[in-house]
């Protein structure tokens, strides 16, 4: 049976918003030694905005079109954020045909016949004859400061690049300094980004650990070798790229906003409202349930 200490932690959860989905992890996040947080939707909020476009030698009406009548299509927030761009600079575009979403990567599609393609700048890379490379010190620099780049490219060549820019959530990096005042050994960034837009946004929020441009499966490795190290990890996310992850990690956290359905079926535990210093608060509610039944 559970024990009456167990059931008013609970409740006590779903008064400060937490939701527990059983007893057994209200212990087990007591127990927590590593984090690994998701970075996008899970650290940032995970509602992108354009900051800037950059066309090579074509203009940037071409380059918003091919990448608007591709991501018009897509369920990726780099998508929506280009779409919603698209549509304030009033550029028309048709939808491409045969488009295709590569998780991790971008998204590619045919517009009269010719192969169009949006992603990250490696994936794009090795779909082209010739490369931007008057762009690319740019490029850099905008991820240096956190932002992510795509690029885009149509029949062979690149067309430039757009800057996206993420808004870290307000309660992120005071969540992170709680954390590690409670004693958690091991503070980790998982993220399909790149590297340096990684590290920039991890620097910003007191994160020494970061792992970048991972598939979903290479989260679940970066989980199950923590385990090796701390015995019980909670792992936070909230995208289908973190369901594998979720469910590896010994206590998975979902958020309850942000998450999508995939991520709150997986998870032991969801933070409602994405308020992520709760996270402070479900250790606390763990340790002390601990304390009680023993
Ligand atoms: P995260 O783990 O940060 O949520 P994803 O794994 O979803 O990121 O995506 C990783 C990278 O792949 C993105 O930063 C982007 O460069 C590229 N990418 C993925 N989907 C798209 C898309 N629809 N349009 C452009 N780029 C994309
Ligand atoms: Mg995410």
């Known amino acids: ?23 057994a992890q209200l212990e087990q996040i007591g127990r927590v030694r590593a984090i690994a947080f998701d970075k996008t939707g899970t650290l940032t909020t995970g509602n992108p905005e354009v900051v800037q476009i950059m066309a090579a ?39 491409a045909t045969n488009v ?11 517009i009269n016949g010719q ?32 932002k992510t ?12 690049m757009i800057a996206i820019s993420d808004t870290v959530r307000p309660e992120a990096a005071s969540t992170i300094r709680q954390l590690k005042q409670l004693g958690i050994g091991e503070i980790v960034m998982l993220t399909g980004d790149n590297e340096r837009t990684a590290r920039s946004i991890a620097r910003e929020l007191g994160i020494e650990q970061v792992y970048s441009e991972l598939l979903p499966e290479h989260k679940v490795d970066v989980v199950r070798s923590l385990q090796r190290q701390y015995h019980t990890v909670a792992m936070v996310g909230d995208g289908i790229n973190d369901a594998p992850a979720l469910a590896q990690a010994s206590v998975g956290i979902a958020m309850g906003t942000a998450g999508s359905d995939v991520a709150l079926e997986t998870a032991d535990i969801v933070l409602m409202a994405d ?18 039944v023993k």
Do not use: D
Request: with cysteine; hydrophobic share 45%; net charge positive.
């Open 1 to 23: 049976a559970i024990m009456p200490t167990l059931l008013s932690g609970i409740a006590n959860g779903a008064r400060q918003g937490i939701l527990f989905k059983n007893g």
């Open 57 to 95: 030698s074509q203009s940037e009406q071409q380059l918003l079109q091919v990448a608007a009548s591709l991501e018009s299509l897509s369920e990726h927030p780099i998508g929506a954020a280009i779409v919603k761009f698209a549509q304030q600079q009033q550029i028309e575009w048709r939808s």
């Open 100 to 110: 295709q979403a590569h998780a991790g990567q971008g998204i590619t599609g045919e």
């Open 115 to 146: 192969l169009a393609i949006v992603g990250k700048a490696a994936f794009v890379c090795s779909q082209v004859n010739s490369w931007a490379n008057t762009l690319t010190a740019s490029a850099q620099h905008f991820e240096e400061t956190g």
């Open 149 to 160: 780049v795509v690029w885009a490219a149509y029949a062979g060549k690149p067309l430039g």
């Open 275 to 292: 308020r992520l210093e709760r996270l402070v608060n479900a250790i606390r509610l763990g340790r002390r349930s601990q304390q009680v």
